[in-house]
C-alpha cells in the first residue's frame, strides 16, 4: 500500500483526519502528523491514536505558533470567507442615507419659514380642525378663498382686503392644509368637505349671509358652500375659476404626492427640492403676462408652497379639482342670487374661452367680466375692478333690501 502523499491524510494509512485531531489547530506536514495522531499497527501501516493520547505539540512549537497567532490566524480565515456588501446594498444604503438628510432639511426649511413668517391673524377650531383666518373691517361681510399656491395673506397681498376692509368686514380664510390651518389625515379633502368645514367655521364667528369671493381652487369651495345652503349666502364672486372637465398636464405630475404612504416619502424628501426649483416658472405663469408684483415678490413666503403639509394639500386639491366640477354648470343653474364671474384674458393656468366665457353662458342670469392684459392672478392685475364687482352684489341681490 502506498504513502499518502504529502499534505494528505488517508483513512487507508489507519490516520485520523487533521480536523479530527483536537491537538493540532494548523496544518501540519503530513510526517509529523503521522507521528503525532498514528501509531503503527500490524499489516496496515498505522492506526489513529485515541484523542487521549494524542501527544501535545512540543513546547518549542507552542512557542513558535502561539495562541493569538492560531486566533487571528482563523479569524483571517473567516473574514476571508465572509460575503463582501453587494454594489447594490451599497446603493441602497447611502439613497436612505440621502433621503433621510432631504427630510431633515427640508423639515429645517419648514420650521425657519414659519419662524420668519408667524401667523397674522387668529384661530377658530371646528371638528377638531383649527383654521387661521384674517379678519378686519366692519359692515357687510365679504369671505375670500384663496386658491392653490397660496395662503389667505395673498388677497392681503393684492391689496383687494384693505380696499374691502374700507366698508366691510372682511375674513380671508386659509383652506385646510395652506397657510397655518390643519388639514387632518384620513379624510378626502374635497370642495364640498372644505365648504362644509368652512360653513361651520363662519358660523362660529357669527358670519351672517356673506359674499363669498373664491379665487382659482377657491371657486369651487364658495360654489359648494352656495350649493348647500343657498339662503346663507348673499352672492358670489368668482375669479379665475375652473368650471368644465379637461385634461390638465398638472394632474399627473401632482398625483404622486397625494398617495398615502408614497405620497409621504415624496413630501418630505423630494418634492420640497423640485417644488422650490420649480416655484419662480410656477409664479411667472400665474402671473404672466404681467410681472409679478414688486409686493408679491418683497412678501410672499417662498418657503410655504413647499412645506410637506402644503405640498399634500396642494397634489390632493389637484387630484381631486377635475372631479369635483363634473356636473358643477347643471347644479349651479338652479342657483338664485347674483353669481359675477370674472377672468383675465391672458390667462395661461385657465383659458377664459373654455372656463369663464363657457360658465357663463350656462347660468343665466350671471355676469361676466373679462380683463384685458390680466393673466390668472386677476385680482393682483385689476384689483379695483375686483373690489367694484364684489360691492356691486348686495345691490343684485333678490333679498337686498334687508
Known amino acids: 500500500m502506498r504513502d499518502a502523499a504529502p499534505g494528505e491524510m488517508s483513512q487507508e494509512a489507519g490516520c485520523i483526519e487533521p480536523q479530527l485531531c483536537p491537538r493540532l489547530l494548523v496544518q501540519e506536514d503530513a510526517a509529523m502528523l503521522r507521528e503525532r495522531c498514528c501509531r503503527p499497527v500490524a499489516g496496515a501501516g498505522t492506526e489513529p491514536l485515541p484523542v487521549a493520547a494524542v501527544p501535545l505539540l512540543s513546547a518549542s512549537r507552542e512557542k513558535s505558533v502561539s495562541r493569538s497567532e492560531l486566533i487571528s490566524s482563523r479569524g483571517a480565515q473567516l473574514a476571508a470567507r465572509r460575503p463582501k456588501p453587494s454594489r447594490l446594498g451599497a446603493i441602497l444604503a447611502g439613497s436612505a442615507a440621502a433621503l433621510a438628510a432631504a427630510a431633515a432639511y427640508n423639515v429645517y426649511r419648514a420650521r425657519r419659514a414659519e419662524r420668519d413668517h408667524p401667523p397674522s391673524g387668529r384661530f377658530v377650531t371646528v371638528d377638531g380642525v383649527r383654521l387661521h383666518y384674517l379678519e378686519e373691517g366692519d359692515g357687510l361681510p365679504v369671505v375670500l378663498l384663496h386658491g392653490n399656491v397660496v395662503t389667505a395673506e395673498d388677497f392681503v397681498l393684492s391689496g383687494v382686503f384693505e ?53 382659482s381652487w377657491g371657486t369651487l369651495v364658495a360654489l359648494e358652500l352656495a350649493l348647500a345652503q343657498p339662503d346663507a349666502v348673499r352672492g358670489l364672486v368668482l375669479l379665475s375659476g375652473y368650471y368644465k372637465p379637461t385634461v390638465r398636464a398638472d394632474v399627473p405630475l401632482a398625483a404622486p404626492a397625494a398617495v398615502p404612504v408614497v405620497g409621504d416619502l415624496l413630501r418630505y424628501t423630494v418634492s420640497p427640492l423640485v417644488g422650490r426649483a420649480l416655484l419662480p416658472l410656477t409664479l411667472k405663469g400665474m402671473f404672466a403676462p404681467l410681472e409679478v408684483p414688486a409686493r408679491f415678490q418683497r412678501e410672499f413666503p417662498r418657503d410655504f408652497p413647499t412645506r410637506p403639509g402644503q405640498i399634500r394639500a396642494e397634489a390632493q386639491d389637484a387630484v381631486t379639482m377635475t372631479p369635483g366640477v363634473v356636473g358643477m354648470a347643471e347644479r349651479a343653474r338652479d342657483l338664485r342670487l347674483p353669481i359675477t364671474i370674472v377672468a383675465g384674458m391672458e390667462d395661461l393656468v385657465v383659458g377664459h374661452h373654455g372656463h369663464a366665457e363657457w360658465f357663463h353662458d350656462q347660468l343665466p342670469g350671471s355676469t361676466l367680466h373679462l380683463v384685458p392684459g390680466a393673466g390668472h392672478m386677476v385680482h393682483h392685475a385689476a384689483p379695483d375692478q375686483v373690489v367694484e364687482a364684489i360691492a356691486a352684489i348686495p345691490a343684485q341681490s333678490p333679498l337686498a333690501a334687508e
Open 163 to 215: 380696499r374691502l376692509a374700507r366698508g366691510h368686514r372682511v375674513i380671508s380664510i386659509d383652506r385646510p392644509g395652506y397657510g397655518y390651518s390643519d388639514r387632518p389625515q384620513g379624510s378626502v379633502w374635497t370642495a364640498a368637505a372644505q365648504a362644509g368645514l368652512l360653513r361651520k367655521a363662519l358660523d362660529r364667528l357669527a358670519v351672517e349671509r356673506p359674499v363669498v369671493v373664491g379665487h
